[in-house]
């Protein structure tokens, strides 16, 4: 499981304080184990939580946690013509913490260290977006471990916040899992918070990673100091999240076509609430370069702010329409399937700067101009054609 997202602002939030985490059955263990010698593999800030949390651990308790190497991906260009290069987040922790650092983009020919002729014997994978292959596994005593924001099986894949988001969710738990040799998020549930988990008030995936990072660090240190790693395995799923009676909804990697706005289905209200999680949604629409009809994709950069319904006639949802094209301030009108009305006032055609809203469409002709359908007397002119 890797959680994906852009920003990292939320390391300026007031983060809410971190209640003690119910798990739905309680370990009382009285198992022991070797000091454990852990690969970590992690990338970003939900990891680091987990990251630095072990590493306190490890200093605490060595006889419990021996040492650790962290495994991420190598940086990766960035930027025009690709000259910088942008470096995974949890590599600058793991030197910070002077643990070492293994910088791999697969486990194909790359075998975990070995320290003073003892081998690692716990994996811990959290956010890292790479299978541990099953040689590894299979190398480590106790095999492996992974921290997954929300109730398994429910949001199963890599990207479970965006999803928790995007489905209007309000409530969000962790699980504590072992790591599966062939299929992300299939392992046995070692710890999981109490159904129905706990309420968020979030609306973006980095003030979801807040609150939910110390709490995913917390259980993965007491899975470590309960031993659950050790055979025989509890399974502690809720039957709750598998018995439900409600299909289980799943979490797969975020690509474009899920900023894709359809205009026909999406409800105004999920129209920015997928703006707040994704970033800028966009959609196609004609433009007319000479003689010549061009598809152009509008990105709508600046986001969308909710009007009423509808004080006059509008287009068909999805067909924008320009007001106030005789005054100093144009704004964009969309009506929605739901019949509220977005309004826009900047936006970003593929290739350009973003601009205001009314310079852009001219300069692409998206909209008739006044010498063949824009009514003037009304002040407004209507879009060639829906937006696609």
């Known amino acids: 499981m890797k959680l994906i997202y852009q920003s990292r602002a939320w390391k300026n939030l007031i983060l809410r304080p971190v209640r003690p985490l119910v798990y739905s059955r309680r370990?009382?263990?009285?198992?022991?184990?070797?000091?454990?010698?852990?690969?970590?593999?992690?990338?970003?800030?939900?990891?680091?939580?987990?990251?630095?949390?072990?590493?306190?651990e490890h200093r605490a308790n060595p006889d419990l946690i021996a040492s650790i190497d962290v495994v991420c991906r190598p940086a990766k260009r960035v930027g025009r013509n690709l000259q910088a290069f942008r470096e995974v987040p949890i590599a600058s922790v793991a030197r910070e913490l002077s643990l070492p650092l293994h910088q791999i983009d697969t486990f194909t020919g790359w075998n975990p260290p070995t320290r003073r002729a003892q081998k690692i014997n716990l994996v811990i994978a959290v956010s890292f977006g790479l299978l541990v292959p099953p040689r590894i596994?299979?190398?480590?005593?106790?095999?492996?471990?992974?921290?997954?924001?929300?109730?398994?099986?429910?949001?199963?894949?890599?990207?479970?916040?965006?999803?928790?988001?995007?489905?209007?969710?309000?409530?969000?738990?962790?699980?504590?899992?072992?790591?599966?040799?062939?299929?992300?998020?299939?392992?046995?549930?070692?710890?999981?918070?109490?159904?129905?988990?706990?309420?968020?008030?979030?609306?973006?995936?980095?003030?979801?990673?807040?609150?939910?990072?110390?709490?995913?660090?917390e259980m993965l240190v007491k899975g470590l100091k309960d031993h659950v790693y050790i055979p025989p395995i509890q399974h502690v799923g809720s039957p709750h999240v598998e018995e439900g009676g409600r299909p289980l909804r799943e979490a797969p990697k975020i690509t474009s076509k899920?900023?894709?706005?359809?205009?026909?289905?999406?409800?105004?209200?999920?129209?920015?609430?997928?703006?707040?999680?994704?970033?800028?949604?966009?959609?196609t629409t004609q433009s007319l370069v000479g003689d010549q009809s061009v598809e152009r994709r509008i990105i709508w950069a600046a986001g969308f702010q909710k009007l009423g319904e509808p004080t006059r006639i509008f287009p068909d949802p999805g067909h924008p329409m320009v007001t106030g094209i005789n005054s100093k301030s144009q704004s964009l009108c969309i009506r929605t399937c739901d019949n509220h009305i977005l309004l826009v006032d900047q936006v970003k055609i593929e290739g350009e700067r973003i601009s205001h809203v009314w310079h852009a469409i001219q300069r692409h002709g998206m909209v008739a101009l006044p010498n063949d359908t824009t009514d003037v007397e009304h002040d407004f002119a209507i879009f060639r054609a829906k937006l696609r």
């Open 27 to 56: 370990h009382a263990s009285n198992k022991t184990s070797d000091p454990l010698r852990i690969l970590f593999c992690g990338s970003d800030d939900f990891s680091i939580a987990s990251l630095r949390a072990v590493h306190d």
């Open 137 to 217: 596994l299979t190398e480590a005593k106790y095999g492996g471990l992974n921290v997954h924001p929300s109730m398994l099986p429910d949001f199963r894949g890599p990207a479970p916040l965006h999803h928790i988001l995007l489905s209007g969710e309000k409530n969000i738990g962790l699980s504590l899992q072992t790591l599966h040799p062939n299929k992300f998020d299939h392992g046995e549930i070692l710890a999981q918070t109490e159904y129905p988990g706990f309420e968020h008030k979030c609306s973006t995936v980095p003030e979801l990673v807040a609150l939910t990072a110390p709490r995913g660090a």
């Open 258 to 283: 899920d900023r894709h706005i359809d205009w026909d289905t999406w409800t105004a209200d999920s129209i920015i609430r997928t703006h707040h999680v994704l970033g800028p949604l966009w959609n």
